[in-house]
């Protein structure tokens, strides 16, 4: 048998079960997915732009660039090299030199953290019997919350991200009378 709850943890164990049976997971599912789709899509034509304009700077592959996010390891590390490499090179198209500013940082600790507290929220709940039958309800509770904080710094991490990208953009179609982009 499993652990004894009291009712207020039945409750909470009742809610929780509702929402994500009521689709409310399923909607952030394919919102996430689609915020992936648009990233890389960005990122995917942005360092494309610059290869097509010759623009200097440390350049890696449009495809490298985007992919990087689903390679375990790198994925710590490379999005943000290929985000640098973007806003470096779209403001400093001659040398590539110029630094991003201290926005970049921000976002990309959100993203790891987002990673990191989602990561470690799924194996407490795995632990906890989230896939069948709840054995330990700290840790249900505590995944639970963990989810709530990770999905707070993905909201960050987006929310410090358009800026980042609008600068991208304004610099490229700067840059974009002088060369010719993607369309």
Known sequence: GGAEWDDAQIAVYDM???LGAGGVGLIGIAL?????????RFVYRAMKNLHLSNARGDLMEPA??????????????????????IWRSSHDARAGALDPPGILWGWWLLYLATTWISNFSLRLWMQAGGTGEITNFENYKLSLWLDVWSSAAMVGSILFLRPIIRQITEAQETLSAAATFDA
């Open 16 to 18: 929780v079960s509702s």
């Open 32 to 40: 996430l997915l689609t915020c992936i789709f648009l990233y890389c």
């Open 64 to 85: 490298w660039a985007a992919g990087y996010a689903f390679i375990p390891i790198m994925n710590w590390w490379k999005p943000h090299q290929a985000m640098r490499q």
